[in-house]
């Protein structure tokens, strides 16, 4: 079997082989600028890694499907900047910042369809099941997104359905990925949907763990500033928790912390936090995200898979979760 470095190399290797830029450039460069500035290409890399559970050979029939994933997922990277007025995306300028909304818009366009030009790379007597998983994904992936716009306007949103919401914009996708690297590997169809759900669990931990990570995090080795969804107001896990859980003064002071522009960051920042302490949400978060990580290793029991794919799956669970970073 592939080391986990070995996988991630695959996968660097294969994003830089791309051929993405051509005429007319201002259209198809900004494809190979959001290709190129990084990002932890969780996607692809869950996808080889499970497909190798199942075949030892990587070649290009699971490799352009993986790197499809990574396509697809910085396609909802640039429409989600766009949305948010971001200026910077992991470290850089947004495709929109740099160059302009109409050439964001299009080269966003254009990434969703390489996705599926990558996807058909599949062998042929897969190709339906695989273009069935993903075409559903891709629409459940925008519902999340409609959905996280929808919360914008407005503070009375429940846990659930927030939780309804990182599951259609982030957990279906890592789920997806699981599925497709089964599916293009050979596994039968239970331990393609159980590799499926599994993911998605993880996939949900992952979200609530990144949302922690924001607030409780350490800068030195979460690579960038603590507080920037506190900063932003962004309706994340923690925020959505707070609102729903405070009362009186409390409720008063958080959404006049919300509401209040001219507070300096560092200031906000710390009495957002001392009130998710105060209100128990930091030890909600780190029970939510242990809840679904163990629902993930319960799942695996009884499922079939031998020693080393536990091993592999295990440890994939724990990079997954259980991370600074």
Known sequence: MYTSEEINEIVES?????????????????????????????????ALTVYNLFKDKIDESILYPAIALEVFHGFTLIHDDIMDKAPLRRGHETVHTKWNNNIAILSGDVMCIKSFEYLVY???EKLKCVLDLFTRTA???????????????????????????????????????????AIIGGADEQKADTLYKLFYLLGMAFQIKDDYLDTFGDTSTFGKEIGGDIMNNKKTWLLINALNLANGPEKSELEGLLDDNRLPSAEKIERVTALYIKLGVKERAENAIERYYQQAIDLL?????DDVQMSVLGKIARMLVLRSK
């Open 301 to 305: 029991s009884g499922a079939g898979f």
């Open 14 to 46: 294969g994003i830089r082989e791309l051929k993405l830029v051509k005429d007319p450039q201002e259209l198809y460069t900004p494809l190979d600028y959001m290709m190129s500035i990084g990002g932890k290409r969780l996607r692809p890399r869950i």
């Open 139 to 181: 629409a459940e992936v925008c519902e999340g997104q409609q959905y996280d716009m929808n919360f914008e306007s407005g503070n009375e949103i429940s846990i659930e359905e927030y939780n309804r919401m990182i599951g259609l914009k982030t957990a279906v996708l890592i789920a997806c990925s699981a599925k497709l690297g």
């Open 122 to 124: 599949t062998p042929k």
